[in-house]
């Protein structure tokens, strides 16, 4: 496996776990339970865990790709300015929820409010993964380029 192997794996993990952590913490919303908000946390705390592989192989993976036909360095830029600013954000996250964590298991005051912003940031990590994420498959996949022309079953050519 070469690194763009190697990030092709891992980049899927940061951007699907915090999903699947908020959905929990939703879920703590309607339930109240203390250990489904500490399964919430554990899983952003995941998470984050889960950008450093993803964001450590892209430099690898950039120089695999940059010599490629139909491949910019702008387009390659781009992706990594966005991936720098959700790779923060996610570490963040996680640092808040670890905070969560420590705040539910010592039953602090401020616990059920700082869950509550625990969930409301985590909406806009995921933002930035969207982003990320996009601006990723546009390296590979032309089809979803701004500016893409995209041929149509009667033959028209359509841009997007």
Do not use: C
């Amino acid at each position: 496996m070469n690194d763009a192997h190697l990030h092709l794996l891992f980049n899927h993990l940061p951007i699907i776990i915090p999903i699947v952590g908020l959905l929990v913490l939703f879920v703590n919303i309607i339930v109240r339970s203390e250990i489904v908000q500490r399964v919430g946390y554990l899983i952003l705390i995941l998470g984050a865990i889960a950008t450093v592989p993803a964001f450590f192989t892209g430099e690898g993976a950039e120089e695999i790709v940059e010599n490629l036909e139909g491949i910019t360095h702008d387009i390659i830029h781009e992706h990594e300015e966005v991936a720098e600013t959700f790779a923060i954000l996610s570490y963040i996250l996680g640092g808040l929820s670890l905070l969560g964590l420590w705040a539910n298991l010592k039953r602090k005051s401020f616990s059920l409010w700082l869950g509550y912003a625990i969930f409301a940031y985590g909406f806009v990590v995921l933002v930035f993964a969207q982003q990320t994420g996009v601006t990723g498959g546009e390296i590979r996949h032309t089809e979803i380029r701004k500016g893409a022309v995209i041929p149509q079953e009667s033959g028209d050519v359509e841009a997007h």
